[in-house]
Nanobody, 118 residues
Framework: QVRLVESGGGLARTGESLKLSCVAS????????MGWYRQTPGKRREQVAS?????RTNYHDSVKGRFTISRTQNTVTLQMNSLQPEDTALYYC??????????????WGQGTQVTVSA
């Protein structure tokens, strides 16, 4: 079992920066990857960025060059620079816990709101 607690987010103006942090507790030694997703009303949740245990990162095309993800064993951080109004969303922390050689369990945080004004 893994519990994820997010912090950060809030209000920003176009071009400003915000930082999201997520701390995992529980079986953190078997966390394979951590990342961030976001969702706006009426749209599907989309992956923003992820990072695995080897440090390999993956970014949504819309945030490449602006957002940076980093992690320790149990903390994942998303530095968001040059924010745009289209970045406004509810951001969720995600963790993949490896339960066997080929199986993973998904865990989610409660979500933190990011609002960017023009």
């Amino acid at each position: 079992q893994v519990r994820l607690v997010e912090s950060g987010g809030g209000l920003a103006r176009t071009g400003e920066s915000l930082k999201l942090s997520c701390v995992a507790s529980g079986t953190v030694s078997r966390l394979y990857a951590m990342g961030w997703y976001r969702q706006t009303p009426g749209k599907r949740r989309e992956q923003v960025a992820s990072i695995n245990t080897t440090g390999r990162t993956n970014y949504h095309d819309s945030v490449k060059g602006r957002f940076t993800i980093s992690r320790t064993q149990n903390t994942v951080t998303l530095q968001m620079n040059s924010l745009q109004p289209e970045d406004t969303a509810l951001y969720y922390c995600n963790a993949l816990l490896q339960t066997s050689q080929r199986d993973f369990d998904d865990y989610w945080g409660q979500g933190t709101q990011v609002t960017v004004s023009a």
